[in-house]
């Protein structure tokens, strides 16, 4: 018997949003990399109904863009999906981080639906106040050591490299996929340190704003816990441990967490396409009045 071909009804089906919450915050994509996990991405954009979706940062690499083109199908796959969703009526608001600095020139301009932003205030459904950053300006390597910064993402970058021949052999020996760089992250003492003195700035930084908490990205380690008072959030990446930070219809948070579709190798390396380029975007232009929320700033804060 011949295989009939879906129907429009079917994939409309499989499109079909099968977790629906109020807010959803997601980080470090770094779309232009061989290490963004786009289809995993791609399956939770697609899972996930909001009304409003928050990209905190580095979802576009242009470091490593400038260094060396990198652009699947699978990452214009993304960006029309994201797309879809502000025409679909997902408020989407995107705040550039360190890796997507470029975009900071258009802060509260509106590109195909989606507000750039410098940060946000959000209010949960529980009357929370969550400041939301990316989180590289209070990053001292970042802010006081460029270079310094710059060196250390070709080191992530090779590690990252490593690990999927790596995890090529695991995947013969039948294991599953596993994270050299997180493992190393959580081991070496300074990698630990530097997380709890960036976890500690960004926290005491969203109390000097009168805020409940923070989300942030940057760092690709997710977690939800309260420094000094302060709820600290943060939405983890895409790149290894593919989590997302989501809130639920009655305010309460929870880090979603999709590690078990983590790429293996041969999976994780499709050819670049010489001819795909990043989708199109209008052409910049003002925002009308009471169409963008504003930047929110220490001054606008109580």
Request: proline share 5%; hydrophobic share 40%.
């Amino acid at each position: 018997m011949l295989a009939m071909p879906p129907t429009q009804d079917t994939a409309a089906a499989a499109d079909t949003p099968t977790l629906s919450v109020r807010t959803v915050w997601i980080s470090d994509l770094h779309l232009g990399t061989p290490g963004c996990q786009a289809k995993a991405l791609l399956d939770f954009l697609r899972d996930v109904d909001c009304d409003t979706l928050y990209l905190v940062g580095d979802i576009i690499d242009g470091w490593q863009l400038r260094r060396s083109w990198y652009w699947p199908q699978a990452h214009n796959d993304v960006v029309q999906k994201l797309l879809r969703k502000a025409r679909k009526g997902t408020r989407v608001i995107f705040i550039p981080g360190n890796h997507d600095e470029f975009a900071r020139k258009y802060l509260t301009h509106n590109f195909g639906g989606v507000d750039v932003m410098e940060e946000a205030m959000h209010v949960t459904a529980d009357g929370k106040r969550l400041w939301v950053t990316h989180g590289d300006l209070y990053d001292g390597v970042i802010q006081c050591a460029r270079w310094l910064a710059i060196a250390g993402d070709l080191a992530y970058e090779f590690t990252l490299k490593v690990n999927r021949w790596f995890n090529r052999i695991r995947a013969k020996c039948g294991l599953p996929y596993w994270s050299l760089s997180r493992y190393l992250k959580h081991k070496v003492k300074r990698a630990v340190s530097y997380i709890n003195e960036f976890e500690n700035a960004v926290a005491r930084e969203a109390k000097k704003r009168g805020a409940h908490g923070v989300v942030c990205g940057h760092i690709h380690h997710a977690e939800i816990r309260e420094i000094d008072g302060v709820l600290y959030c943060n939405d983890g990446d895409w790149v290894e441990s593919l989590t997302a930070l989501v809130e639920h219809h009655d305010g309460r948070l929870e880090i979603i967490d999709r590690g078990d579709q983590a790429a293996l190798p041969g999976m994780l390396l499709p050819a670049p396409t010489a001819n795909v380029t990043p989708v199109g975007l209008p052409v910049p232009m003002p925002v009308p009045a009471g169409a963008v929320a504003t930047t929110v700033s220490p001054d606008t804060v109580a």
